[in-house]
């Protein structure tokens, strides 16, 4: 029982959840196995001790069935049971990452940064959905240098995933640094294990970047193949500047027929800003409206949301 519990214990490495049904499936093989020697010894004891062995076995599932009782009502809603964490289990590194999260969603950059910190520090960078949500809260509060340091631990810690990549190639794109982007792509593009989605949102960075560099002959084709990406294909952002790497090349049909698309991807009442006349830029924002969807602050959670984000946020490590 020891051991198939050790995987998921926290002690070797941080596994993402804090506990989980599925985490106690091995670990029950264990007690099936400890149950019939140990009823078979107890049945060939006098009748004093089966009774007692009985009525501490009654005992136990009874007091089982009451903490159950008891604990119940945490489990109504993620926030009761984050709320439960909060007051048990304060100083736990994913409670301070939730904590973070959620005061950084709710535009209170400043008091999510010590949270992240904490966790951050408590996995050793070990903890790559952490790490790529850290980032993201940066990059929403402008902090862009940071941004760059934690994406290149991601990238350190999980030189196979892609997204550290592709964020940091968003960046840097949005920091005018495009050679520095398309040096990023690259090496995203040379991790050997990816999705083609991901093949595709690399490739629709590159595209931005080779425009900008003045390398509109070398974006097409990198525009084209993004087109084909799942994520990348139902953005009008897309396909206008499929769009304006066609009138550059003096395709003007097919340019109003990557229009047409563009414009299709959009509400009705915005149609009319996606033109080819004047000429959009490579970083004009209807160009490269990841950036956009990057850098805005999330929605707030609303009234209904974890204490952790309330108006009077306890200090790191500090009981609520």
């Known amino acids: 029982m020891a051991i198939t519990l050790f995987p998921v214990s926290q002690i070797p490495f941080p596994v993402g959840v804090m506990m989980a049904e599925r985490t106690f499936y091995l670990v029950s093989v264990g007690l099936a196995f400890l149950f019939p020697p140990l009823v078979a010894a107890l049945a060939r004891e006098r009748p004093q001790v089966r009774r007692a062995a009985a009525a501490l076995l009654a005992l136990l599932v ?7 009782w008891m604990r119940n009502p945490v489990w109504e809603s993620s926030i009761s049971v984050f709320n439960s964490m909060v007051d048990e289990h304060p100083n736990l590194w994913w409670v301070e990452w939730k904590a973070g999260q959620l ?3 709710n535009g209170r950059g400043p008091e999510a940064v010590p949270w ?67 040096d990023r792509c690259r090496q995203g593009l040379a991790v050997p294990r ?15 970047a080779q425009d900008a560099l003045g390398h509109p ?12 990406d799942p ?3 139902p953005t009008f952002e897309a396909w206008f500047h499929y769009a304006r790497l066609l009138k550059l090349a003096g395709r003007d049909r097919e340019a109003l027929a990557a229009l047409d698309s563009a414009r299709a991807r959009v509400a009705p009442q915005l149609r009319g800003n996606l033109k080819l006349d004047p000429l959009p830029g490579p970083t004009d924002p209807t160009v490269k409206g990841w950036t956009g969807i990057l850098v805005q602050p999330q929605a707030a959670l609303g009234a209904a949301t974890f204490r952790a984000a309330a108006p009077a946020a306890p200090r790191p490590g500090q009981r609520q």
């Not at 009874?62 to 159950?68: F, P, S």
């Not at 968003?170 to 050679?179: F, N």
């Not at 990816?194 to 931005?208: H, P, T, V």
Request: overall charge positive.
């Open 231 to 233: 994520v990348v294909r």
């Open 217 to 228: 002959d070398s974006a097409m084709p990198l525009r084209r193949y993004s087109l084909h």
């Open 103 to 105: 005061l950084a969603r």
């Open 116 to 182: 992240y910190r904490l966790a951050v520090e408590k996995t050793r960078s070990n903890h790559y959905n952490m790490l790529m949500d850290y980032a993201s809260s940066l990059i929403r509060m402008g902090r862009r240098d940071d941004a760059h340091r934690i994406l290149r631990r991601g990238m350190t810690l999980a030189p196979t995933a892609v997204p550290a990549f592709v964020i940091d190639c968003s960046l840097l794109i949005d920091e005018a640094r495009y050679q520095a982007a398309l």
């Open 194 to 208: 990816f999705g083609a989605y991901e093949r595709g949102e690399i490739s629709d960075r590159m595209a931005i």
């Open 62 to 68: 009874g007091l089982g069935a009451w903490r159950t």
